[in-house]
């Protein structure tokens, strides 16, 4: 079992849409976590942390459930420029290193 | 402030040729780190190191090498190379402390034949 799980998609939704997608993990241990975008063929960068309050950030919701392991990311009134790829990124307590997930493809749609 | 820079952008190897990919920043990070991106993996982290003459291995190490000699580089080799190393190679770099917060570079897409 991957330690990081998402749904790879490709979601397609038309723009000014909500799109929300969710990404599980294994380890029990994980401390941090975080949403990383990337651009088609780019690198990825950090969108935001997930904080155990739930934190916003613009159009962009993210949401920790710690009791079932799983993190949330919601985008609201979607817009062209955010066709990406979301990659869930958890830090386990202790470890010096970050587990991807595979990432959820997105594409809003005009 | 170049921030992380990889070379080269793109490389066609023969199956048992060697080479070294090459990273280096220069935002003063302890933190550096080599991941690479197959489609359906996500990215999978090769080797870190947490400052120069330091490094350990990360989740699929076999078939690479680095060494840090200084703070700004962290080279890649790949001692010889397989199909199977064909993918997507990313360096990252950040503050000790501050891993979640990882300035990747432009990547180096290898392909192996």
């Known amino acids: 079992r991957k330690e990081v799980e998402q749904d790879p998609g490709p979601f397609n939704v038309p723009e000014g849409a909500t799109v929300a997608f969710n990404c599980t993990y294994s380890?029990?241990?994980?401390?941090?976590f975080f949403w990383y975008r990337q651009d088609c063929r780019k690198e990825p960068k950090l969108l935001m942390s997930?904080?155990?309050s739930g934190n916003e950030d613009g159009r962009f919701t993210a949401q920790l459930n710690r009791a079932s392991q799983y993190i949330s990311l919601l985008i609201r009134d979607s817009k062209l420029s955010d066709s990406a790829t979301y990659l869930c990124?958890?830090?386990?307590?202790?470890?010096?290193?970050?587990?991807f997930g595979q990432g959820t493809r997105l594409t809003i749609n005009p | 402030n170049a921030g992380v820079t990889q070379t080269p952008k793109f490389q066609v190897l023969k199956t048992g040729q060697s080479m070294t990919l090459q990273c280096a920043q220069d935002?003063?990070?302890?933190?550096m780190s080599w991941y690479r991106q197959d489609p359906g993996m996500g990215l999978r982290l090769i080797h870190y190191?947490?400052?120069?003459?330091?490094?350990d291995q990360g989740e699929v190490p076999n078939g690479y090498n680095v060494s840090r000699s200084t703070t700004e580089d962290f080279p890649l080799r790949l001692l010889s190379a397989a199909p199977s190393q064909t993918s997507v190679y990313f360096c990252?770099?950040?503050?000790?402390?501050?891993?979640?917060?990882?300035?990747f570079g432009p990547g180096t897409r290898l392909l192996v034949l």
């Open positions: 990252a770099s950040s503050y000790l402390g501050q891993e979640e917060t990882q300035y």
């Open positions: 380890n029990s241990a994980s401390q941090s």
């Open positions: 997930v904080y155990s």
């Open positions: 990124v958890v830090k386990v307590q202790g470890a010096q290193k970050l587990v």
């Open positions: 935002m003063n990070h302890e933190y």
């Open positions: 190191s947490v400052g120069a003459g330091i490094t």
